[in-house]
């Protein structure tokens, strides 16, 4: 019986071993391609220029704005708004029916497809409040998208701390707010970050959404301009050069340059947490 038990564990470990590795292959796989086709196709000219029809020249600088504008956008107003409600929600709330619906519209929201958010973003913002398309539309539709995902890392890492440590805080005189400034928060910071990180990822590759609310401009705009003006970011110029002008080239550079950035944002975010928690 101890030798069939053995065999079975055996063998459900090799599966689970080549499952694995068969995803790592794929995600090797997928990642390599898009380098192979896409960083012979990335040039000076196309990094630092717009693009020309008079000159018949193809540029995604304004699409590599947009994108940063709104990721500086949707963090700005998504990582306070999910932090304050992830420590509400974990330190302050005492009504267990109130955290159960929150939490239940959370993980509800974290579930709805990214089109239906740049149909509501565009009926709320765009048609409602009046707002044009562009960057302040898109970004204030994605902070209902990222949201979610903040708020669940942050409260998973805040109940990670131990409750020795609030109570040697508050029993040393330290204030509520007090303590989870200098106590709780500190020792949270990696999930604070990794949530922070998961967003970005939504962001930067977020289409659907941003389709109908920060639209398809091409033009080089500043960060100013562009809140109202119809601007695109690198996935949805990605989708525009693939889908409508075959421009399969320039679509594998921009998929090579969303991974790089990807990585880039990644290596920096983990840099300040571990920064952060050094000091």
């Known amino acids: 019986m101890t030798s069939r038990r053995r065999a079975k564990d055996i063998l459900l470990k090799a599966v689970l071993y080549f499952c694995a590795g068969i995803t790592c292959l794929l995600l090797l796989f997928l990642i390599g391609y898009i380098f192979l086709r896409g960083i012979p196709n990335i040039s000076w000219e196309l990094l630092s220029t717009q693009t020309s029809y008079i000159r018949d020249t193809i540029g995604i600088l304004p699409n590599i704005l947009s994108t940063l504008y709104i990721i500086l956008v949707t963090m700005v107003l998504a990582v306070p708004l999910g932090v ?19 939490s239940f519209a959370v993980e509800t929201l974290t579930g709805i497809p990214s089109i239906i958010f740049g149909l509501v973003g565009m009926l709320f913002f765009v048609q409602l409040f009046g707002l044009k398309q562009g960057i302040l539309a898109g970004g204030l539709t994605l902070v209902i998208m990222v949201l979610p995902t903040i708020i669940s890392n942050t409260r998973e890492s805040l109940k990670t701390v131990p409750n020795s440590y609030r109570e040697g805080a508050l029993a ?8 989870v400034r200098t106590v709780v928060l500190p020792n949270a910071v990696d999930g604070i970050v990794t949530g922070c990180i998961l967003a970005i990822g939504r962001i930067v590759g977020e289409s659907a959404a941003l389709l109908f609310t920060a639209g398809f401009g091409l033009a080089l705009q500043g960060f100013v301009k562009a809140l109202t003006s119809s601007s695109a ?46 000091n």
């Not at 409600?85 to 109130?98: G, K, V």
């Not at 040393?172 to 303590?179: A, I, L, N």
């Not at 990807?262 to 947490?273: M, S």
């Open 84 to 102: 304050c409600a992830a420590i509400y929600l974990n330190e302050y709330a005492t009504n267990h029916t109130l955290v159960r619906a929150i």
């Open 233 to 278: 970011t690198l996935t949805v110029a990605l989708y525009v050069y693939a889908s409508e002008r075959g421009e399969m080239d320039v679509a594998f550079a921009i998929a090579a340059i969303l991974m790089l950035l990807t990585f880039l944002l990644n290596f920096a975010a983990n840099f300040a947490a571990k920064k952060l928690k050094r």
């Open 172 to 179: 040393m005189g330290s204030g509520k707010w007090h303590m």
